[in-house]
């Protein structure tokens, strides 16, 4: 026994899609009622889906691949040729262990111990500053954390540089022109780059410790045994790298968070680590950051009477699936306590995806995002004092990724005692 699935008429609904962003699979489930629907995105059919079940069954890799599924312009800026985020089964299995190898426990604590040495600096540079602009500030920070904790150093007059290259391939691809044009040219000379590194690590002009992703990477075989080819290695590199420098984009999110929630800000301390996860959990989950996922339909399958036919497009909505008022109580307020009796399904909160880590796409950096956004909340709300002048600090749901408008400036910055 089979239903249709909802459908929105018309040729095409991209042009929604950007002028909806965030919200744009929310409101249609609103609308029809319905946690799937269909529409026509980029020229194709595509079904829309959100909720916890809904990312029950795309993480069901018997019924979806993610092999020819992204968009070209994703791949273009974001992804990347030939990454983990495009391969399925085995050899989709293969890579992530790659990445798995870098996220140990020890891993963890050589990024705080990093990641605190960069927001000391930082802070004793800002002392000495009439403006902060926490977001650009925070690419520069997360930039030297990346290169430290993967494993190479770069000179400090090549920082502003890398953290630009490096933020362009995640701010540009939803856009059109100059700036998706400036996403792709980054990812580029970034390739380029690594894939110079790469062949020096392999020759041995370059010695990099062994526990560390330029030498992990580097020297990973694939399921036949073979080394990658360098311009792979070069790809996943810079998906560990592109992905911290977006960090900024959560610590700016902190720093919004700690100003417009006062009340709630006051409850983190430094000693106590629930009191901080509990925060950070609630900005990934309140914030607009990754909008969906998309994903291909393996084979024919029927979902609760709903047929998905073998290769359409389907879209996941992790923004919405974060603000189902079916899984949260007033998703639209701000309240870390929510956390504290809360019993972690991998499929109601996704902010960096759902499922398992190993045998699914789920972000192979959610700890790391964790780890840095705790110290980061750790300065902001407990070890300095700042003023936050007259500004546009609101920010959109539209267009992607979302950021507050004037970047968050702060003044009078002094360590606090
Ligand atoms: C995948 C979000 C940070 C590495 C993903 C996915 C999302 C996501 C939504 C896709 C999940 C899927 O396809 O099912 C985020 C957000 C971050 C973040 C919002 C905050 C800045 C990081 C960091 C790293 C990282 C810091 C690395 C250190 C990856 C990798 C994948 C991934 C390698 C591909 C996994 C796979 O395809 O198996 N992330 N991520 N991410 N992320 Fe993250």
Request: hydrophobic share 40%.
């Amino acid at each position: 026994e089979t239903n249709p699935i909802p459908k929105e008429e018309g040729m095409d609904h991209s042009l929604n899609l950007l002028r909806e962003g965030y919200t744009f699979i929310l409101n249609r489930r609103r609308g029809f009622n319905s946690n799937v629907f269909e529409t026509r995105l980029l020229g194709k059919k595509a079904i829309c889906m959100g909720g916890a079940e809904a990312a029950e069954v795309f993480y069901d890799e018997s019924k979806f691949i993610r092999s020819g599924a992204a968009p070209q312009r994703l791949i273009e800026t974001l992804f990347g040729q030939g990454g983990v985020q495009t391969l399925d089964d085995a050899a989709h299995r293969n890579r992530k262990q790659m990445f798995m190898s870098v996220m140990k426990p020890d891993d963890m604590q050589r990024l705080r111990d990093i990641t605190k040495k960069q927001w000391d600096m930082a802070l004793t540079k800002w002392e000495q500053m009439e403006k902060v602009v926490l977001y650009e500030e925070a690419q520069e920070i997360t930039t030297r954390i990346a290169c430290e904790w993967a494993g190479v150093l770069i000179a400090e007059q090549d920082v502003k540089t890398l953290s630009k290259d490096l933020t362009a391939t995640f701010e540009s691809p939803a856009a059109i022109g100059p700036s998706h044009w400036q996403g792709k040219h980054a990812r580029k000379e970034l390739e380029k780059w690594l894939i110079v590194l790469v062949n020096e690590i392999r020759e041995g002009k370059l010695q990099v410790p062994d526990y560390t992703v330029f030498y992990k990477f580097s020297w990973h075989t694939d399921l036949n045994g073979d080394l990658l080819d360098p311009e792979t290695v070069a790809v996943e590199i810079i998906n560990i790298l592109r992905p911290i420098v977006a960090i900024s984009v959560y610590i700016a999110f902190v720093g919004l968070a700690v100003h417009h929630f006062p009340e709630e800000a006051a409850k983190v301390q430094s000693s106590d680590d629930e009191t901080a996860q509990r925060f950070i959990q609630e900005v990934r989950r309140y914030y607009p950051f990754f909008p969906a996922l998309v994903a291909q339909v393996r084979e024919d399958f029927v979902w609760n009477g709903y047929e998905f036919p073998k290769d359409t497009m389907t879209l996941l909505d992790i923004y919405g699936t974060n603000h189902d008022p079916t899984l949260w109580d007033n998703p639209d307020v701000f309240n870390p306590d929510r956390f504290i009796d809360w019993h972690g399904s991998p499929f109601s909160f996704i902010p960096q995806g759902g499922g398992d880590y190993e045998m699914g796409h789920r972000c192979a950096g959610e700890w790391v995002t964790i780890e840095v956004m705790k110290i980061s909340l750790d300065y902001l709300a407990n070890r300095m004092k700042f003023d936050v002048p007259e500004q546009d600090l609101s920010y959109s749901v539209i267009s992607m990724p979302s950021i507050p408008n004037s970047k968050l400036i702060l003044t009078n910055v002094k360590r606090k005692m």
